[in-house]
């Protein structure tokens, strides 16, 4: 049944379920995600990198595992209707969905879907005009990229399809490179989810947002009343609607829009000095976004908009005391730098006593401490993460980057994922964010003091940086949470995770390059520019123009590095305190620049029911949002399936 579990802040609900082990992960319920996953990535492939036809990986909650669970769920009642025995169970629904979840971190638009889009990139774009062959061509990496000319010109130009000898071996050696790049990283995380996750799931019972709806969808007892509550199906219609009528005014603008839904324009309003160096001014109303904001404890919503308001005033400041002529002034990127960093070490802070009987058990100086329910044993997850860092470090020293730097660079690397996991867990945060990341920290001490082959596989590794969506490590946390909210057996889950992180791969590059090698890259602006515009042409300005230590740069990180930890200060030390450092970190890192407007109406509306019924009034309302979400998926879905089948550009879920 949903029930409500509170912490200090506010109320989310929750799912609850024992304790038990080795339910789940079944036989029948792996083959059925082994199934799904070619399927799943193939159909995010063609939803974004070919008709951009729906950004369902952008979001902090993917599109498709949920849509594919919600026909699940209805096909199981169906069944059960029917008497039928062979139903699924609600920890095999789970398991199947993980396998899904997983395989959106793979194959979605930031994360491979970029890193085959950067491939052959470099030498079909190549030319006397940029002179790339002369500053830095040279040191990318063989082993890692493409560089036949007949293989690179039919990807790019596309043609009678992929199935030649020629093609492939092309692409064998660098696929093979990357899917064990990859698979370090990945089991680096799970190992760091391990080691976190007791301290934060079972001590400090982080509320998890992002995982509230698919277990709402698969509660045995939950799902049926939900699916008679009046209040989902209204804000599932409510939902529906907007997104029929504003898909039916994309093919046909006779047809009324209802505007703000996406992402829209305000700025005329803000035109008179000093408001007008806002610059542009959007809001946006997703239904989907608006649902998950509600699960948020009030003062994390509050925060959310807040701080994203705050910038504003920031820019306004900023002209009337003259500062807008200072060289990258407001330091938006610099302050997301300092501040992330500050969250990652608050949080092994907070988690040092855990981490601690961690260490103790891993190396036999605490036996007392148990790690039997651990989705690895505790000694496996710490020479995981240092065996997996040394492996990271010396495959990037072979690339080509010095040692010292390939080791700052997975240092910082991880420690980001760390709070953007840590965030997630708390606060459901969206992950669209650009600053930062190492290959936007690093070179702040200056480009000048980094060699050429350094700067290049830097530039190289940005496919994997430029955007936290696709981070695999949140998502690894969430599945144990599920794990251990309803009785899966976790060791068995790490195995699937690992199992569907390698199929997904595998059907990534299929799919891939199977329509681009028939259609053509160049048809898709994915493959024309963008990923590998902004990773070579940035090595370029590096290596053209050297630059030493950013010392404007580098003071606004440490100043916003102690503000971040004031906010924490705040927090710890006053019950009421309304700011959330997570909030200051999403704002400053571009995180909540396409949904800052939907925490500000989750925040508003939780607030009035709160105010008008208490928490009696918030957990009624629940099915109302898990509505608006399921309903804004559904119509995204059909609107992107209609443009795949009819090769049209469509209204699309999420961005304009």
């Given at each position: 049944m949903i029930e409500t579990a509170k912490d200090t802040r506010g109320t989310v609900p929750t799912v609850s379920g024992g304790r038990g082990r080795g339910q789940g992960v079944t036989r029948r319920a792996v083959f059925l995600g082994v199934v799904l996953v070619p399927l799943n990535v193939w159909w995010v492939t063609i939803f974004e990198a070919k008709w951009q036809s729906?950004?369902?990986?952008?979001?902090?909650?993917?599109?498709?595992?949920?849509?594919?669970?919600?026909?699940?769920?209805?096909?199981?009642?169906?069944?059960?209707?029917?008497?039928?025995?062979?139903?699924?169970?609600?920890?095999?629904?789970?398991?199947?969905?993980?396998m899904l979840i997983i395989s959106d971190t793979v194959n979605g638009f930031h994360s491979m879907q970029s890193m085959m889009a950067v491939l052959p990139y470099p030498s079909f774009f190549a030319s006397p005009e940029n002179k790339w062959d002369t500053l830095f061509l040279r040191f990318v990496p063989r082993w890692l990229f493409v560089s036949d000319p007949g293989a690179v010109d039919g990807f790019y130009y596309g043609g009678d399809g992929m199935y030649h000898w020629r093609f492939l071996s092309a692409w064998l050696v660098p696929l093979a490179a990357w899917s064990f790049f990859m698979l370090v990283v990945v089991w680096v995380m799970i190992c760091l989810s391990v080691m976190v996750r007791k301290q934060w799931t079972e001590e400090e019972k982080l509320t998890y947002p992002v995982i509230q709806l698919p277990l709402a969808l698969v509660d045995d007892s939950a799902a049926s009343g939900l699916f008679r509550n009046r209040l989902m199906w209204i804000g599932f219609g409510l939902a529906f609607s907007l997104g029929l009528i504003n898909g039916l005014n994309f093919l046909y603008p006779t047809i009324p829009a209802i505007q703000a839904v996406k992402w829209h324009s305000v700025t005329p309003y803000f035109t008179e000095w000093p408001l007008s160096a806002m610059g542009g001014v959007f809001i946006s109303m997703h239904p989907f976004m608006i649902g998950l904001a509600y699960?948020?404890?009030?003062?994390?919503?509050?925060?959310?908009?807040?701080?994203?308001?705050?910038?504003?005033v920031e820019q306004i400041g900023g002209a009337v005391f003259g500062w807008q002529d200072v060289p990258g002034f407001p330091f938006f990127w610099e302050q997301a730098q300092g501040s992330w960093i500050a969250l990652a070490l608050a949080a092994l802070w907070g988690t040092r006593r855990h981490l601690k009987e961690v260490f103790g058990r891993a190396f036999g100086l605490m036996r007392g401490v148990d790690d039997a329910g651990e989705p690895v044993p505790y000694r496996w997850a710490v020479v995981g993460v240092f065996l997996g860092l040394a492996v990271l470090a010396v495959f990037t020293w072979l690339a080509g980057m010095t040692l010292w730097v390939?080791?700052?660079?997975?240092?910082?690397?991880?420690?980001?994922?760390?709070?953007?996991?840590?965030?997630?867990?708390?606060?459901?945060?969206?992950?669209?964010?650009?600053?930062?990341?190492?290959?936007?920290?690093?070179?702040?001490?200056?480009?000048?003091?980094?060699?050429?082959?350094?700067?290049?596989?830097?530039?190289?590794y940005h496919w994997f940086n430029r955007n936290y969506a696709g981070l695999p490590m949140p998502n690894h946390l969430e599945a144990f949470k599920m794990a251990q909210v309803t009785g899966i057996e976790t060791r068995g889950l790490v195995r699937v995770i690992l199992l569907a992180t390698v199929v997904a791969m595998i059907f990534t590059y299929w799919s891939n390059l199977d329509f681009n090698y028939y259609d053509g890259a160049l048809v898709s602006p994915l493959y024309k520019g963008f990923v590998g515009a902004s990773s070579f042409e940035r090595v370029a300005g590096w290596i053209q123009t050297p630059t030493g230590p950013d010392v404007r740069g580098l003071t606004v990180a440490a100043v916003a590095f102690v503000f971040a930890f004031l906010l924490r200060a705040g927090r710890m030390r006053f019950f009421y305190w309304p700011f959330h450092p997570v909030g200051y970190a999403l704002a400053t890192g571009n995180a909540l620049k396409y949904c800052w407007f939907c925490f500000f109406i989750a925040w508003l509306a939780k607030a009035i029911l709160g105010r008008v019924g208490g928490n009696a009034s918030q957990r009624a309302a629940t099915p109302f949002f898990i509505g608006l979400m399921l309903g804004d998926f559904t119509i995204g879905i059909f609107w992107a399936s209609l443009g795949a089948v009819l090769h049209i550009p469509v209204f699309r879920l999420y961005f304009a």
């Open positions: 729906l950004s369902s990986t952008w979001g902090p909650i993917f599109a498709t595992p949920i849509f594919i669970l919600l026909c699940l769920v209805l096909l199981n009642f169906a069944l059960k209707s029917l008497g039928q025995r062979w139903t699924l169970s609600k920890q095999e629904l789970l398991v199947v969905y993980v699960f948020l404890p009030n003062d994390l919503a509050f925060s959310c908009w807040f701080f994203f308001v705050f910038m504003y390939a080791g700052a660079f997975f240092i910082l690397y991880f420690l980001i994922a760390i709070a953007i996991t840590r965030a997630r867990a708390e606060f459901g945060a969206p992950c669209f964010m650009r600053s930062a990341n190492p290959v936007d920290i690093l070179p702040l001490i200056g480009t000048k003091f980094l060699s050429t082959p350094t700067l290049t596989v830097m530039g190289c």
